[in-house]
């Protein structure tokens, strides 16, 4: 009620300055400024809509996820907090009048730990609240196939990260600096290839920086990402690559394509098994190939995008629009 007053009150001085100084270009200008005041002045009690935003504001919000150590997925990444924007909202809703769930604007809030907060670990998935798939692309050999599967991820507008051995791109700068001018991902894959487990420490690092180098003179992107051959790996690696600013990536989603399924029985061993933060190991092969823009459609159809695997791990919560 006082606000209301106070309007009232801003009025009747506006209606009297204005008899009393009609042709006064000053006092205008002070009548204007007044009016402009006036509208300024929030009536939330008075505004039905603005006052069920702030009432429904609680229902919307949800709090941030820290990252974590799992005992069985490893690390995983945390995920920002929302809170409902109430003016912004209000900005949105104001013109039909009517309070509209997909038009309410939110603030992410960030969590309190972090990814970069946690010992090295290995890291299997994204976070499960998050609905994105990354795909896994692990090259060392199929050349042939590249070109194809580049060209169905581009129809699809889907960014993929790629895992390139050090030796491929030294044989092949050019597929490599291909992959990267699709705007698509690249991660580190050891040099040889080898059993990354079984190596000792220096020959671990040796691997991960001559790949790095090889990837950045050929691509001009420094690696942030490693996968190692096989899945192979113990805790020093992780730590290594750690050292060297390198996240190590696993999977949770195998196509197991390097057995040379027919594309329909990837398709469904994917699908029987692809979650929200899923990563989904695949390489350059024939089925892979064929079967590609298959499984793309099949994952969206789930109201999950695709995007590489730095977007499967930042901390950004994805908003869904209700249907």
């Given amino acids: 009620m006082k606000k209301q007053y106070i ?44 006052n069920e935003i702030e009432k429904r504001a609680f229902e919307y919000s949800i709090p941030a996820e820290d990252a974590k150590i799992d005992p069985v997925w490893k690390a ?17 809703m104001k013109k039909n009048g009517t ?16 990814l970069e907060d946690l010992p090295a670990s290995a890291i299997y998935r994204g976070n499960p609240n998050k609905p994105i798939v990354s795909f896994l692309i692990n090259v060392a050999w199929g050349n042939e196939y590249i070109p194809d599967m580049l060209e169905t991820l581009k129809k699809h507008n889907v960014k993929a990260t790629f895992f390139l051995e050090g030796r491929w791109v ?10 990267v001018d699709a705007g ?14 079984k190596l000792s420490s220096d020959l671990v690092r040796e691997q991960l920086i001559k790949t790095n180098q090889v990837i950045e003179a050929a691509t001009g992107k420094k690696p942030t990402l490693f996968a190692p051959p096989s899945g192979s790996y113990r805790d020093e690696v992780v730590t290594i690559a750690d050292e060297l600013g390198m996240k190590t990536i696993m999977w949770s989603v195998d ?14 061993r994917v699908m029987g098994k692809i979650h929200p933060g899923a990563m989904v190991l695949m390489h350059p092969t024939s089925p892979t190939a064929q079967s590609l823009e298959r499984l793309i459609l099949s994952i969206k159809q789930k109201d999950l995008a695709i995007d590489n695997v730095s977007t499967l791990l930042n901390e950004e919560r994805i908003i869904l629009k209700k249907k």
């Avoid at 000053?26 to 008075?46: C, F, H, M, R, W």
């Avoid at 809170?83 to 912004?88: C, G, H, K, R």
């Avoid at 698509?184 to 487990?197: C, F, I, L, R």
């Avoid at 196509?255 to 469904?268: A, C, E, G, N, S």
């Fill in 7 to 50: 309007q009232i009150f801003v009025f009747i001085c506006i209606l009297l300055i204005s008899i009393g100084s009609l042709h006064n270009p000053y006092t205008n200008n002070y009548v204007q400024g007044l009016k402009e005041s006036a509208d300024a002045i929030p009536v939330s009690k008075g505004n039905q809509l603005l």
């Fill in 99 to 114: 309070f509209d769930e997909n038009k309410l604007v939110y603030k992410q809030i960030s969590p309190k730990v972090h």
């Fill in 255 to 268: 196509t197991i394509d390097w057995q040379r399924p027919q594309p329909h029985v990837l398709v469904q």
């Fill in 170 to 179: 030294k044989e092949n700068p050019d597929l490599a600096k291909m992959i």
């Fill in 76 to 92: 995983t990444p945390g995920l920002n907090g929302l809170e409902v924007d109430i003016q912004a909202s209000y900005e949105k």
């Fill in 184 to 197: 698509h991902e690249v991660g580190n894959h050891s040099y040889t290839h080898p059993d990354m487990k």
